[in-house]
């Protein structure tokens, strides 16, 4: 049984075509090296015309036709299947962006790892929120590009529990090599656990309370610290001081940086506005010597998150 339903018979049409690909090669080579012996100058000093045969012309123009038409014929049969999309088919919206993929479940509940059911069908809505990306699950034998503003869809089942790693298979800039994921398949019980736990905490943050009937609770970092890895800022900026795509969140808050604001330098202090501004409109302000690579993030973060992941910063002394 393979990763996923699609495994083995992605697995076969490789084989077949490998097979046909060795087949035809040895049998070339096993002829190139017979007309080398057979028609040797030392066997036939003299040059001779030979005639044409329809028969062998027709023979080696339609054994490459069916050759081609069985890869395609296979090769079909898969991909029907695969855009054959269930309608009992959990909905999942992935979001790539540089350079992280987000997960968001039917409930609005949002991971960077894919948790799913085993045996349950599974359909991927694939957007991107900057560039073109390509969700690639190997284990699966599966890829599927996320065009900006072109919705795609891929579905699978996940046949055995087991973690299985995801990549971004288009080359979408500088981090693009850590642009990695991964899928988590579950026995359905241990999922529906997990699934109900995660959503139930989900609900309890956007209630904004601790429990229930209790007052609203102020930003906090363990919070901030979640949002952070989970809407991939830690893609670009280290929590160590060390160098990234982008400035270290290690003693960002309250130091002073140069920036480049409308081509001119100037000296700004990283406070709650600033910080603030760099994530709404990071190209704004850009920090000197660091690229304009960050794409405003107004769809992926809400003003309580921002709120909360200012909170964490405060504490990364």
């Known amino acids: 049984m393979g990763a996923s339903n699609f495994t083995n018979s992605v697995d076969n049409i490789f ?113 991107s929120m900057d560039v073109i990306h390509s969700f690639y699950i190997p284990a699966f034998r599966l890829k599927m590009d996320a065009v900006p503003g072109v919705p795609t869809k891929m579905w699978f089942t996940v046949e055995k529990p087991g973690s299985y790693q995801v990549l971004c298979a288009e080359y979408c800039g500088d981090r693009h090599s850590y642009m990695l994921s991964k899928i988590v398949g579950m026995p359905q019980a241990e999922f529906d656990k997990w699934y109900a736990s995660a959503s139930a905490e989900i609900e309890a943050q956007q209630a904004g309370t601790e429990e229930a009937g209790a007052a609203p609770a102020g930003p906090s970092p363990e919070k901030g610290a979640r949002l952070v890895k989970l809407k991939g800022c830690v893609a670009c900026h280290s929590l160590d001081g060390s160098r990234l795509v982008g400035p270290s969140f290690k003693g960002l808050f309250g130091k002073t940086e140069t920036v480049i604001v409308n081509g001119k330098e100037e000296q700004i202090t990283a406070d709650e506005d600033y910080i603030r501004q760099s994530i709404l409109e990071p190209s704004a302000a850009i920090v000197k010597g660091y690229p304009p690579a960050m794409p405003p993030q107004r769809n992926i973060v809400t003003d309580d998150d921002i709120e909360h992941i200012i909170a964490y910063l405060k504490t990364l002394k």
């Open 15 to 127: 084989l077949f075509i490998l097979a046909v690909s060795v087949a035809l090669l040895v049998g070339i080579t096993i002829t190139m090296i017979y007309f080398i012996i057979r028609y040797n100058h030392k066997r036939n000093p003299r040059a001779t015309d030979i005639p044409g045969n329809v028969t062998l012309e027709v023979v080696w123009t339609v054994i490459p036709l069916l050759i081609v038409m069985g890869f395609f014929y296979y090769g079909y049969i898969d991909y029907k299947q695969m855009r054959d999309f269930p309608d009992d088919a959990m909905q999942i919206k992935v979001t790539g962006r540089m350079w992280s993929w987000l997960y968001t479940y039917p409930n609005g509940l949002q991971t960077d790892t894919l948790y799913l059911p085993v045996g349950k069908p599974v359909t991927v809505n694939l957007e």
